[in-house]
């Protein structure tokens, strides 16, 4: 009894039954003073309908906030796949389940992006560990050379460094996709980060006699995190040094308003049609990329990064002519 009272529909029909009462001692007055013909019973008639209206409509709403209540209970990470189909009111009681099965939607979508996450994380580490599992099974069934043990302790360590390369990757990127409100910026020169990148990027192009132009105009400033911008920018550069065999890799930056448009092109091998719906997804390698390295994570890294900064990043390429990425910043006002 005592929970019923603690109840909306135990307040609500509490508070309009006391209304009720006083509309009703009123009523009853004015009948008496004004001595109305059938006075009474229009009062009976009167109380009745309004109690038992006013009662049946505050107990359909309680109803249907209770019924809604209960179905929330009940929804767990294992039926994230349920809705609440059975209100179809078109009054708050129908948008607030209407927007609490969109809120299912997002929750739903997050967890089976979580789960595809670790999955691919998993996959991704299966084969350096099982390469280096394997190696060292067959080191161990017999002697061997000094020379032959060598080689098998560096090809041990490069799948180290290929774990540990990519292991940093995916803390980048799960670092980039938490928004946490401690995460404290800072104001940079973007122009002067550039330059720094591009002078890494000179002694990564050299090796493959790869020119890089640069045009860069003083003090462009923005705010963010300076570090990891720059991790992101560095990927789409060493994307470009990586699937340009010969020729020019262009850096332009400028001003449009109150934003910053940065554009990193090149004359490479270009990207497939069919890879560029995926360019972005985690671990996706474009299907003639094998013969060079990396994780799959980069472009995935830089989108994010760059998305936590409220800027977007547009990529356009043409098969054996180049590729083309361009990257808008919000400026520092």
Not at 80 to 92: N, P, T, W
Not at 201 to 212: L, Q, R, V
Not at 303 to 313: A, E, V
Request: hydrophobic fraction near 40%; charge should be positive.
């Amino acid at each position: 009894m005592n929970t019923f009272f603690k109840t909306l529909r135990a307040r609500l029909m509490l508070w309009y039954i006391g209304s009720l009462i006083v509309f009703s001692i009123f009523f009853y007055v004015v009948v008496h003073i004004f001595a109305l013909p059938h006075g009474t019973t229009y009062f009976i008639l009167l109380f009745l309908l309004l109690g038992g209206t006013g009662l049946s409509i505050i107990y359909t709403i309680t109803r249907s906030i209770s019924y809604l209540s209960h179905r929330i209970k009940h929804i767990s990470r294992r039926n994230l796949d349920e809705r609440i189909l059975d209100i179809q009111s078109s009054d708050e009681i129908g948008d607030l389940a209407s927007s609490f099965n969109s809120l299912l939607d997002r929750i739903n979508e997050a967890f089976k992006r979580e789960q595809q996450f670790i999955a691919d994380v998993a996959h991704e580490l299966k084969t350096p560990l099982a390469t280096m599992n394997s190696s060292i099974e067959i080191t161990l069934t017999k002697e061997r050379s000094n020379e032959a043990y060598k080689q098998i302790l560096k090809d041990t360590l490069n799948e180290t460094k290929r774990l540990s390369s990519m292991l940093k990757n995916v803390l980048d990127l799960a670092w980039s996709e938490t928004h946490d409100e401690q995460k404290k910026t800072s104001r940079f020169n973007l122009s002067e980060l550039l330059e720094e990148l591009v002078d890494i990027s000179e002694k990564m192009a050299e090796i493959k006699h790869i020119t890089i132009k640069a045009s860069i105009p003083n003090n462009l400033f923005m705010s963010g995190f300076r570090d990891k911008l720059a991790r992101a920018l560095l990927n789409i550069i060493d994307n470009s040094i990586k699937y340009t065999h010969t020729g020019t890799i262009t850096i332009r930056l400028r001003k449009n308003v109150d934003h910053a448009v940065l554009t990193i092109s090149d004359t490479g091998q270009g990207i497939r049609p069919e890879d560029m719906p995926h360019i972005f997804s985690r671990f996706f390698r474009g299907s003639k990329t094998e013969r060079i390295g990396g994780s799959g994570l980069g472009l995935a890294i830089s989108k994010s990064i760059i998305s936590l900064h409220g800027g977007t990043i547009i990529i356009t390429s043409k098969r054996n002519e180049g590729t083309l990425c361009t990257i808008r910043l919000p400026l520092a006002r």
